[in-house]
T-cell receptor
């Protein structure tokens, strides 16, 4: 069963616009991670945010975590056509647990 | 280039046949994982290994087996393939067990007829 649920399922934007993707989860977590998957390739880790952190940045990526609402958002600023991919959130519930992945969001960035 | 190598990249297999998917990593990571990815269902964990010599069952282990004889290799075996095992299979690794970031291979696309 999926712990993380991404929203929306699909997003289409124009190059240069910002893309915001959301992830909600049901039980308490140790950390939350975002991954990108290009077509025909494996997942690539983007960023990890711990349960005691509220915001994290990495280049054009900004991740927020609201543990009271059990939700996270991934913001990609100034999107590029190369950002076209599927994005997954994954939650870790404890030190010895395994990551649980959501079903993913398909992002299309139009040139 | 360091990373995970999966083989074969794709395979068509008759139902009832035995198949082993290979996975090798050169990062000396302790933990390794096998997932299947199906449209509409996302990634589901099949089996994992926290360290060489140990394995554990994930969310969907039935019909699959794994072994971890050494740090680098983590093969996945389908003893008698069935059409419902048609999927894309990903191997991943992390430095330690637990909720650490995972590195993924590029997958094996398996079709069972």
């Amino acid at each position: 069963s999926q712990q993380g649920e991404e929203d929306p399922q699909a997003l289409s934007i124009q190059e240069g616009e910002n893309a915001t993707m959301n992830c909600s989860y049901k039980t308490s977590i140790n950390n939350l991670q975002w991954y990108r998957q290009n077509s025909g390739r494996g997942l690539v880790h983007l960023i990890l945010i711990r349960s005691n952190e509220r915001e994290k940045h990495s280049g054009r990526l900004r991740v927020t975590l609201d543990t009271s609402k059990k939700s996270s958002s991934l913001l990609i600023t100034a999107s590029r056509a190369a950002d076209t991919a599927s994005y997954f959130c994954a939650t870790g519930r404890g030190a010895n647990s395994k990551l649980t992945f959501g079903k993913g969001i398909t992002l299309s960035v139009r040139p | 280039i360091a990373g995970i190598t999966q083989a074969p990249t794709s395979q068509i297999l008759a139902a009832g046949r035995r198949m082993t998917l290979r996975c090798t990593q050169d990062m000396r990571h302790n933990a390794m994982y096998w997932y299947r990815q199906d449209l509409g269902l996302g990634l589901r964990l099949i089996h994992y290994s926290n360290t060489a010599g140990t394995t554990g069952k994930g969310e969907v282990p039935d019909g699959y087996s794994v072994s971890r004889a050494n740090t680098d290799d983590f093969p996945l075996t389908l003893a008698s393939a069935v059409p419902s095992q048609t999927s894309v299979y990903f191997c991943a690794s992390s430095e330690m067990a637990g909720n650490q970031p995972q590195h993924f291979g590029d997958g094996t696309r398996l079709s069972i007829l």
